[in-house]
């Protein structure tokens, strides 16, 4: 079985990597306290960039969210007290629980290639995790998603990487910051993923809150930086360049369309079989005008059929949800 990505510590610096270390090695001990030796500070910002770092790199560890510390005037060392969401026992418990629910999910695609590998998880996040909106603590570890079914978008991410990890696909867990000017109250958590050599931006809880039980959306499936950061903030923590587009989902499944025609046949398709279509437009800025021909080609397509297209738009992704329907939408 493939190691976890330790992609974070492999950024810090020597001294940062010494008190992850020995954080990891407590908190899989579950310890009730233990030393951290040669801390350089005692600043608790400082200590919590590296707790909630490694938290990333091991969302295994889904049992600690949070911890206090002691030191001592002239010693270079401190003692962390961390915080546990369960008791020892129940922890115990949960991690056999989990190990098994993992090696059950994993299992039908270990054979994948990575691609398939990678759509197979986002695929079981958006069609199994509901978004909880009480924001529940086990919400944003993987308990929540892979245990209750339930998660935000920091446990989501996090399952999503426990699962790539285990089918051998590289990934880890991007962070960007809040914006309260833009009225984004939260920090947003999703992953980057590495297909070959080039890395991608998978999103699966924008997908899950576009898609449905019955569709699954593909909107966030292998982006590049330039299309992904329309509607994402800024990085807290630097993860790879992501500049090939080539592996985006719609551009895979040839549902990526430059011209109008090819729109207007692939409706023609979708009406006869009865079925809602889902493309990318990538033939030059949706503006309004050329959403304004969009929506009267499908409207054409469905009127041959006595129907009507009912539309929705992912503005920023230039992604269209189509539906052909007896109603007026």
């Not at 790199?57 to 911890?67: C, K, R, S, T």
């Not at 998660?151 to 699962?163: F, P, S």
């Not at 809150?209 to 903030?233: I, K, P, T």
Request: net charge neutral; aromatic share 12%; charged share 30%.
């Amino acid at each position: 079985m493939k190691q976890t990505e330790e992609y974070y510590y492999g950024r810090m610096p020597k001294d940062k990597q010494n008190v992850y270390r020995a954080m990891l090695h407590g908190l899989m001990e579950l310890s009730d306290e233990f030393l951290i030796p040669q801390v350089p500070t005692t600043d608790g910002n400082w200590l919590y960039d590296v707790f909630f770092q490694l938290r990333l790199d091991h969302p295994e560890i889904f049992w600690a969210v949070g911890f206090k510390y002691r030191y001592y005037k002239d010693s270079p060392n401190l003692i962390l007290i961390p915080e546990y969401i369960f008791d020892k026992n129940k922890i115990r418990e949960h991690q056999k629980a989990m190990g098994a629910r993992v090696d059950k999910l994993v299992r039908p695609a270990m054979k994948f290639s990575e691609w398939d590998k990678e759509k197979y998880v986002h695929d079981f996040i958006c069609e199994n995790i509901r978004y909880d909106k009480l924001k529940k603590p086990y919400s944003h570890e993987i308990l929540g998603p892979l245990g209750q079914g339930v998660g935000v978008c920091e446990g989501i991410a996090k399952a999503v990487k426990c699962l790539c990890d285990r089918l051998g696909v590289w990934c880890i867990v991007a962070l960007a910051e809040n914006n309260p000017d833009k009225g984004i109250k939260y920090r947003h958590a999703w992953n980057v993923v590495r297909l070959g050599d080039a890395y991608y931006h998978l999103d699966a809880t924008f997908d899950n809150s576009l898609g449905s039980a019955e569709l699954v959306r593909y909107d966030y499936f292998n982006l590049d930086d330039r299309r992904l950061f329309r509607d994402h903030e800024a990085l807290v923590y630097p993860v790879p360049a992501c500049a090939d587009g080539g592996r985006f989902y719609y551009r895979e499944a040839k549902l990526s369309f430059t011209r109008p025609e090819e729109v207007a046949g692939r409706a023609a398709q979708a009406v006869r079989k009865g079925k809602p279509l889902v493309f990318h437009w990538r033939g030059g800025p949706l503006t309004g005008e050329v959403l304004g021909e969009l929506a009267a080609l499908l409207e054409e397509a469905a009127a041959r059929k006595g129907r009507h297209a009912a539309i929705r738009l992912n503005r920023p992704q230039a992604v269209l949800e189509v539906h052909f329907q007896e109603a007026p939408p």
